[in-house]
């Protein structure tokens, strides 16, 4: 079952703040995160596992609440760069695949 | 290392005819996912292999056919095209734990007409 991601979009100057949120109805083994620019492939942000661990190599933070199966991206102090497409992707405990969310559209801009 | 890459970059097919797309994951990687997104669908899922298997399997019909080689390259198929297969295609690798993160492919981008 496909997460689902609110809000759709975002737009925000630079310097501001974003909360980008994610929820499944099924039980999760991890949640990832990714950034897709126009025109190029999505790239891997964070992933949060059940249990607390958490990988990933940027200036971003993100939750995970394993009892309500939510996870929330935090992107603070915004650069232009952060624009693109955020997809969450969650992995249930079965071992079923990585199913993204329809995605969230952050703009950035000066 | 080289990342992940995907051929043909570009591919104009006419309705009816059919399809073979490949992927070769980043060395040592055993797991290939592939997607296909739309605008607006997000990134919806195709199917998964892990060493040779099939691991997962999407929502799709059965003209989308994958397979994974023992080199852990992988190709999928897509039978009696139609219009609506229209779309980029991304495949994407990982060590193949649940853990892991995936690293994606640049995708191809299939036009039907």
């Known amino acids: 079952q496909q997460p689902v991601q609110s809000p759709q979009a975002v737009i925000l100057r630079e310097g501001e703040d974003a909360v980008i949120n994610c929820s499944s109805s099924?039980?999760?083994?991890?949640v990832h995160w990714y950034r897709q620019k126009h025109g190029e492939a999505p790239v891997f942000l964070m992933i949060?596992?059940?249990?607390?661990e958490q990988k990933g190599h940027e200036k971003i933070s993100a939750s995970f609440n394993e009892k309500k199966q939510q996870s929330s991206l935090y992107l603070t102090a915004s650069q232009l760069s952060y624009s693109g497409t955020y997809f969450c992707?969650?992995?249930?405990?079965?071992?079923?695949?990585?199913?993204f969310g329809k995605g969230t559209t952050l703009s950035v801009s000066s | 290392k080289a990342g992940v890459t995907q051929t043909p970059r570009y591919l104009i097919k006419t309705r009816g005819q059919q399809v073979t797309l490949s992927c070769s994951p980043i060395?040592?990687?055993?797991?290939v996912s592939w997607y296909q997104q739309t605008p607006g669908q997000g990134l919806q899922f195709l199917f998964e292999?892990?060493?040779?298997?099939?691991?997962n399997k999407g929502n799709f019909p059965g003209r989308f056919s994958g397979r994974q080689f023992s080199n852990s390259r992988s190709e999928m198929n897509v039978s009696t095209l139609e219009l609506g297969d229209s779309a980029l295609y991304l495949c994407?690798?990982?060590?193949?734990?649940?853990?892991?993160?995936?690293?994606f492919g640049p995708g191809t981008r299939l036009t039907v007409t």
């Open positions: 994407a690798s990982s060590l193949g734990d649940r853990g892991n993160e995936q690293y």
């Open positions: 099924k039980a999760l083994y991890s």
């Open positions: 949060l596992l059940k249990g607390g």
């Open positions: 992707g969650t992995v249930g405990q079965a071992g079923t695949a990585l199913i």
């Open positions: 060395s040592g990687h055993r797991s």
């Open positions: 292999y892990f060493s040779e298997t099939q691991r």
